[in-house]
Every structure is written in structure tokens, then in C-alpha cells.
């Protein structure tokens, strides 16, 4: 779910992508069937790769897959999803096959939680079911006063601890 192939950077065989079911893939109302169409392409023949930059990548907030607000965020998680259990179900021998609804509740949640620390945001935090992550709620998620300052520190933290190894 977490493999990132920047779109600029990929070539397709037509004979390939002639083959692709792709009335299967608009019945998903997906946000994006980049990385739908890269799994297919792949299981139908050889995948190189080459290890060399060919093109700069620039993420901006705004995209398909960095929403700013979060109603979109909420909708891309979905996105991926939805995704993952199709994956599931067209390839099932493989390991998509692991992703099951009890492993899209958990990566559902999982995004939420790590999407919230990022943005701060203490109302997605709040959305986040942490009995499906088999993990107790956090302490800092009990508060916003908590929650802002956790965000902060560890923010701060990382700063300062990506100096210190900088120096080293």
C-alpha cells in the first residue's frame, strides 16, 4: 500500500495496457488508478528498474494524494482502501491477499493517526479507533492543550536531533 512509483517515471507496453479490464477499475470510483494500473502492468510481463534520478518529484498540499482539508484526506484514505480490497480480490496468491477488512480497518486507522500527528489536527486524531489498532489511546489524545504539545515537542525533537546528527 505504501509503494510509491512517481508517474513521470513510468513506461507501459500499449499491448499491456489494451489488456487491463478497466471498466473493473472505474466501478471502484477510485481517486487515482496509477498505482491499480502499475500492479496490473506488472503482473503481466517483466519490471525493470533503474537506479538512477530520471525526474524530480515536488508533493505539494492540494493533490490527489496530499488533500489539505479533511474531508479529502478522509476520502483518499478510502481511496486506498477500496484499492487495497480490490488488489486483494484480483490477485488473491499474493501478498494483497493479506490485506483483508480487519487489515483495511487497521491501515483505515493507522492513516488516520499518522495523518493527524502530521497536520496536528486533533479532531482527525479523535476519529481514530485505536481498539482496532490493538493500542491503547495515547495520552496526549485525551486533550488538545495534550495533543499540541506532544506535536510540538516531537516536532522540535526531531529537528534538533537531525542537527545533532548532522554535526556528528
Keep these: 500500500m505504501r509503494l510509491c512509483i512517481p508517474n513521470c517515471t513510468v513506461v507501459h507496453r500499449t499491448e499491456f495496457l489494451r489488456r487491463i479490464d478497466w471498466s473493473a477499475i472505474l466501478k471502484l470510483?477510485?481517486?487515482s488508478c496509477d498505482y491499480s494500473t502499475n500492479v496490473l502492468m506488472a503482473s503481466q510481463g517483466k519490471v525493470g528498474f533503474l537506479n538512477e534520478e530520471l525526474a524530480v518529484w515536488r508533493?505539494?498540499?492540494?493533490?490527489?494524494?496530499?488533500?489539505?482539508?479533511?474531508?479529502?484526506?478522509l476520502r483518499y484514505i478510502e481511496h486506498e482502501v477500496r484499492q487495497g480490497l480490490w488488489l486483494a480480490s484480483v490477485f488473491p496468491n499474493s501478498p494483497?491477499?493479506?490485506?483483508?477488512?480487519?487489515?483495511?480497518?487497521k491501515h483505515r486507522n493507522m492513516s488516520m493517526w499518522n495523518i493527524a500527528i502530521s497536520r496536528k489536527d486533533y479532531v482527525l486524531l479523535n476519529m481514530v479507533d485505536f481498539d482496532v489498532l490493538?493500542?491503547?489511546?495515547?495520552?496526549?489524545?485525551?486533550s488538545?492543550?495534550?495533543?499540541?504539545?506532544?506535536?510540538?515537542?516531537?516536532?522540535?525533537?526531531?529537528?534538533a536531533f537531525k542537527l545533532l546528527i548532522n554535526k556528528l
Design 59 to 73: 508533493r505539494g498540499g492540494g493533490t490527489v494524494s496530499s488533500p489539505l482539508s479533511r474531508e479529502k484526506t
Design 29 to 31: 470510483n477510485l481517486l
Design 144 to 159: 488538545r492543550w495534550l495533543f499540541l504539545c506532544y506535536v510540538y515537542v516531537v516536532k522540535k525533537a526531531k529537528t
Design 134 to 142: 490493538h493500542s491503547r489511546k495515547p495520552y496526549y489524545a485525551y
Design 96 to 105: 494483497y491477499s493479506k490485506f483483508t477488512l480487519r487489515e483495511a480497518d
